[in-house]
């Protein structure tokens, strides 16, 4: 079933269901920044994410919060298609901003790295987000990707920056965290 659980997240494989959510949860205009997401490409997103479970075998989980069962937002990997780039395996992370700053963001795309790397030996995962976006930023370090560049992508208006970590340094950083 490839569902993960961190300390408060259950991150399960996409269903067809998660697409009402993920209209609810891009309806709010903070959570899209300055993303354009009209309800056709919300649900080409949503059937995407589908698509990735059962091409990859892995996609963007549902993010579901343990204490409350509620559904809280999308985590993940996510294959970016169109991205520039050589690497196109993201780690992404949308959640419904109450429950923002609880570092549940940090605590998803950890658990996604680790599937990435562990259960899929992919060797590079980046994430992407507009230039702008200081939150989605910190999340990207927390985990330990670093900084690669910008870009002009989708929108030639928003500027995107783009982080990434490699399996090398990821068992790196590993071996780190278990020796301290």
């Known amino acids: 079933m490839n569902a993960v659980e961190t300390n408060r997240l259950l991150l399960r494989p996409w269903r067809e269901e998660d697409g009402v959510e993920l209209q609810r949860l891009f309806n709010d205009a903070a959570v899209r920044g300055e993303r354009n997401l009209p309800p056709d490409r919300i649900a080409r997103l949503a059937e995407g994410s589908l698509r990735q479970w059962r091409v990859n075998g892995f996609g963007p989980w549902a993010a579901i919060d343990k204490a409350t069962g509620s559904w809280i937002g999308r985590v993940g990997l996510d294959e970016l298609d169109d991205w520039p780039g050589a690497d196109k395996i993201e780690v992404g992370f949308e959640l419904h901003k109450a429950w923002w700053g609880r570092g549940l963001a940090t605590e998803g795309a ?35 990707l670093t900084y690669r560049g910008t870009h002009y992508w989708m929108n030639p208006e928003v500027p995107v920056v783009w982080y990434a970590i490699d399996r090398a340094a990821w068992k790196a950083s590993k071996s780190e965290a278990n020796t301290l």
């Open 110 to 144: 950890l658990a996604a790295l680790e599937f990435g790397f562990e259960q899929h030996s992919l060797q590079c995962i980046i994430s992407v987000t507009a230039a702008a976006h200081a939150a989605a930023r910190r999340v990207m370090e927390k985990a330990g």
